[in-house]
């Protein structure tokens, strides 16, 4: 069955470093999202793309985070320079275009921990 | 705004008797509304979706769902729970840009 692709795991980084985390979408799907989740909330949306183009990013601290798509297949997220509230678990999505099949595949995320 | 609200952070449930999740919408025009759930230290898993179509909606292990617009409600629901079960759900809604916005949670206990 095919799988969202994240890495790393898991991510420990002093504050003020750069952080770079890297995601590969379910082959043929178009949309991939990156979302924020802090440990006992919901996943908060940061960027979304539709092939390479961004489609939304109005929750993304773009003075620090940055996310890129550059042949609209994997994509890469950036924080720099990271700070202690970065901490959390960041997920990466992919769907299909098609109106039908719409829903949302996640990978098993990575956890940063920001010292 | 357009959100959904799952109004119980916690719910408590013994093995082997029905389960409710609740999920209210307030989204415009004709929802696309989806349950997923979470296991620990994991991404979240797709369980069932609304699109059109017949209210009730099944899903993965067991799960349903109702869609109810005169009470804006989509509460996922199963007959039977299993302490496996126990799990993070989360409701989320979707717009015509793909979008996709999740609820704060509910936590699933299921006691043995």
């Known amino acids: 069955e095919a799988e969202v692709a994240q890495s790393p795991r898991y991510k420990i980084t002093e504050k003020s470093q750069a952080v770079a985390f890297w995601c590969d979408p379910i082959s043929g799907h178009a949309t991939l999202y990156w979302y924020r989740q802090i440990l006992g909330q919901g996943p908060e949306l940061l960027v979304q793309?539709?092939?390479?183009?961004?489609?939304?990013d109005s929750q993304l601290p773009k003075d620090r985070f940055s996310a890129e798509r550059l042949k609209g297949v994997d994509s890469t997220l950036k924080i720099q320079p990271a700070e202690l509230g970065d901490s959390a678990m960041y997920l990466c999505?992919?769907?299909?275009?098609?109106?039908?099949?719409?829903?949302?595949?996640f990978g098993q995320g990575t956890r940063l921990t920001v010292v | 705004a357009q959100s959904v609200a799952q109004p119980e952070d916690q719910v408590n449930v013994a093995e082997g008797n029905p389960l409710t999740v609740k999920c209210t919408y307030s989204?415009?025009?004709?929802?696309?509304l989806f349950w997923y759930v979470q296991y620990p230290n994991r991404g979240l898993q797709f369980l069932l979706k609304y699109i059109t179509g017949d209210n009730l909606v099944k899903g993965s292990y067991g799960f349903e769902a109702e869609f109810n617009k005169s009470q804006t409600s989509f509460h996922l629901k199963k007959p039977s729970a299993l302490v496996s079960d126990s799990a993070l759900y989360f409701c989320a809604y979707q717009t015509g840009a793909n979008n996709l916005f999740f609820g704060t949670g509910t936590r699933l206990t299921v006691i043995p």
């Open positions: 793309f539709q092939d390479e183009s961004v489609v939304d």
């Open positions: 989204v415009s025009g004709n929802p696309y």
């Open positions: 999505a992919s769907s299909s275009w098609d109106p039908i099949n719409t829903e949302a595949f």
